[in-house]
């Protein structure tokens, strides 16, 4: 059977038409591969499934959940560990029609029971530990009509994924869903606020898959090794093998390195995509081992600010053929923009170290962005007079077609973060920038990080922390606020590097002094004259890199110890 390639364009559209697409060009290529365990002699023995064996186990997984009841517009909580599993429920559920929803389980059990309450999921499909809360915190899941335990019950009765696959016919005719209907529900991480549902219809995810193979030539014969499990579902749909990484994808900090590259080397992977904290170790760990990833044509770093610093330690580890590139966008946008690590190297780095923000690139066509002045409460609809000139620091907004519309059934957060434009609308990021004379965005941390003074002095934390991360025994630094805007303080935390921490009053002193002789020197910083040193920043639990200045900003002001 011929398949037509999926058009996100076109009226009817549904994001699952891709597996059985590449299914029918390339039957026998690796989908998903996945490190099972080890053999006598410490070897990783790996599991796989081919296009045409995922497409038929998912045909399966469809079938036996639409005769469930788990169907179109079924709003489905997926809590599943990355896996075969996953990736064949996730195209199950876009192939019903039903509505996956993701969060991420790292933001802790209460957020998360806070998202399951305020989105209302009529159908559950989880490892037994989910199923287990579901039991005791029968509150939170109330809603819930249709459960499915991904391996076995424990003291609850009901259906599992082996007898929904069993009950299973293959092949399964894909829902018809329109490309503007509801495809999934994924979660913001919470960093940055409260999380939010963001609502992805199936035009969405298909003009994210289209772009992310232009920005980044992706061809068909690649392997992928994801560090982030959303990522696994686009490399099925651009036809790549995905390589499972044996890793805790809510503790991406805590990575090991050497198995992240054992999965690289053992499978020959192309493409990897993750945090900076996972790439940290990684770099590391493979110069000093002096290991070379000969395979890898490019590497994916996103999630957080990206340093020049670390760009240039993980191009170390790569064969001179490959870049690194630092995608820049969110949840609700991506990939907004994109810039290879050679051009931030020579261009955005070194002003990068003297406070000009981090250069972030151009938007991946057809997606625009704009700066417009900052303001705190709804922006009702776009005008001119809010719009800022090049050179002018303000917030970033953004449209596209990868851009979502809505927060699911949360009103006020759509308000807050959507403006109207014409018959179309403009998403905000929430994040501060501006776009220089030759058309590059530059980001300079989150807008509700600024710090307003009484004298009328705004400080952006990307910016000022960039001067006093020039220190060599700073790992990294973070502006907070002491005080409420517009009559705040100024704060600078530091957390030096391994080793460096001051054990007395006068190696406290002795830094202290060394990062004024260097603040001091910029008109940016010459006013801060607070530093407080901290042991290990509070950061965000997607990608254990997002600095949570809220936190430090209660710090500063003493309403926490």
């Given at each position: 059977?011929?398949?037509?390639?999926?058009?996100?364009?076109?009226?009817?559209?549904?994001?699952?038409?891709?597996?059985?697409?590449?299914?029918?060009?390339?039957?026998?290529?690796?989908?998903?591969?996945?490190?099972?365990?080890?053999?006598?002699?410490?070897?990783?023995?790996?599991?796989?499934l081919t296009f045409s064996q995922l497409n038929e186990e998912c045909d399966r997984y469809a079938d036996g959940l639409n005769k469930y009841?788990?169907?179109?517009?079924?709003?489905?909580?997926?809590?599943?560990?990355?896996?075969?599993?996953?990736?064949?429920?996730?195209?199950?559920?876009?192939?019903?029609?039903?509505?996956?929803?993701?969060?991420?389980?790292?933001?802790?059990?209460?957020?998360?029971?806070?998202?399951?309450?305020?989105?209302?999921?009529?159908?559950?499909?989880?490892?037994?530990?989910?199923?287990?809360?579901?039991?005791?915190?029968?509150?939170?899941?109330?809603?819930?009509?249709?459960?499915?335990?991904?391996?076995?019950?424990?003291?609850?009765?009901?259906?599992?994924?082996?007898?929904?696959?069993?009950?299973?016919?293959?092949?399964?005719?894909?829902a018809e869903t329109l490309a503007k209907d509801p495809a999934a529900i994924l979660f913001t991480s919470g960093s940055t606020g409260p999380a939010k549902g963001v609502l992805y219809e199936h035009r969405m995810f298909g003009a994210q898959v289209e772009l992310?193979?232009?920005?980044?030539?992706?061809?068909?014969?690649?392997?992928?090794?994801?560090?982030?499990?959303?990522?696994?579902?686009?490399?099925?749909?651009?036809?790549?093998?995905c390589v499972i990484p044996d890793m805790d994808p809510t503790r991406p900090a805590q990575v090991d390195p050497s198995k992240i590259v054992e999965g690289i080397l053992n499978q020959g992977v192309t493409n990897t995509f993750g945090s900076p904290a996972i790439w940290n170790r990684v770099a590391d760990y493979c110069n000093e081992k002096n290991i070379k990833l000969n395979s890898i044509k490019r590497i994916l770093i996103a999630g957080a600010p990206v340093s020049g610093e670390l760009i240039g330690r993980v191009k170390k580890m790569l064969p001179e053929t490959a870049d690194v590139h630092t995608p820049y966008g969110a949840t609700e946008s991506l990939p907004l923009c994109n810039i290879c690590g050679n051009d931030i190297l020579k261009k955005g780095w070194p002003e990068t170290?003297?406070?000009?923000?981090?250069?972030?690139?151009?938007?991946v066509k057809p997606n625009a962005v704009k700066i417009i002045k900052i303001i705190d409460g709804p922006v009702e609809k776009l005008d001119e007079s809010i719009i800022l000139k090049p050179g002018e620091i303000g917030e970033i907004i953004a449209s596209g077609p990868i851009v979502t519309k809505e927060y699911f059934c949360n009103p006020k957060a759509t308000a807050a973060a959507k403006i109207k434009d014409g018959n179309g609308f403009w998403h905000r990021m929430g994040d501060a920038g501006y776009i220089d004379e030759a058309g590059d965005l530059w980001f300079c941390g989150r807008?509700?990080?600024?710090?307003?003074?009484?004298?009328?002095?705004?400080?952006?934390?990307?910016?000022?922390?960039?001067?006093?991360?020039?220190?060599?025994?700073?790992?990294?630094?973070?502006?907070?606020?002491?005080?409420?805007?517009?009559r705040q303080t100024p704060?600078?935390?530091?957390?030096?590097?391994?080793?460096?921490?001051?054990?007395?009053?006068?190696?406290?002193?002795?830094?202290?002094?060394?990062?004024?002789?260097?603040?001091?020197?910029?008109?940016?910083?010459?006013?801060?004259?607070?530093?407080?040193?901290?042991?290990?920043?509070?950061?965000?639990?997607?990608?254990?890199?997002?600095?949570?200045?809220?936190?430090?900003?209660?710090i500063a002001s003493g309403s926490a110890l």
């Open positions: 059977m011929n398949f037509e390639k999926p058009d996100y364009r076109n009226e009817k559209f549904n994001i699952a038409s891709y597996l059985p697409y590449m299914a029918d060009l390339m039957p026998h290529k690796r989908a998903v591969i996945f490190p099972a365990g080890r053999d006598k002699a410490g070897r990783v023995a790996y599991t796989h009841g788990i169907g179109k517009g079924v709003k489905t909580l997926l809590m599943v560990r990355p896996s075969l599993e996953f990736i064949a429920l996730a195209f199950a559920l876009f192939k019903t029609g039903a509505v996956p929803i993701l969060i991420d389980p790292g933001m802790g059990i209460f957020n998360v029971l806070k998202c399951v309450a305020g989105v209302g999921p009529e159908a559950v499909i989880a490892v037994p530990e989910v199923h287990a809360a579901k039991s005791i915190l029968r509150w939170y899941f109330k809603s819930v009509k249709y459960s499915v335990t991904v391996g076995k019950n424990w003291f609850w009765r009901g259906l599992t994924l082996d007898k929904i696959k069993r009950h299973g016919r293959a092949p399964f005719e894909c992310l193979k232009e920005a980044y030539k992706f061809e068909e014969n690649e392997t992928e090794l994801p560090g982030f499990p959303l990522f696994a579902l686009f490399n099925v749909a651009l036809g790549m093998s170290k003297k406070g000009a923000g981090i250069l972030v690139g151009r938007p807008k509700d990080h600024r710090v307003e003074t009484a004298e009328g002095r705004v400080y952006f934390s990307v910016k000022c922390e960039a001067v006093f991360n020039n220190h060599p025994d700073v790992f990294r630094s973070a502006l907070a606020g002491q005080g409420k805007r517009p704060v600078i935390f530091i957390e030096p590097r391994p080793g460096k921490f001051p054990q007395n009053e006068t190696q406290k002193e002795r830094f202290i002094k060394e990062l004024f002789e260097i603040s001091k020197k910029s008109e940016l910083t010459a006013a801060i004259d607070r530093i407080l040193f901290i042991e290990k920043m509070p950061v965000d639990v997607r990608h254990n890199a997002k600095i949570f200045r809220e936190k430090l900003s209660d």
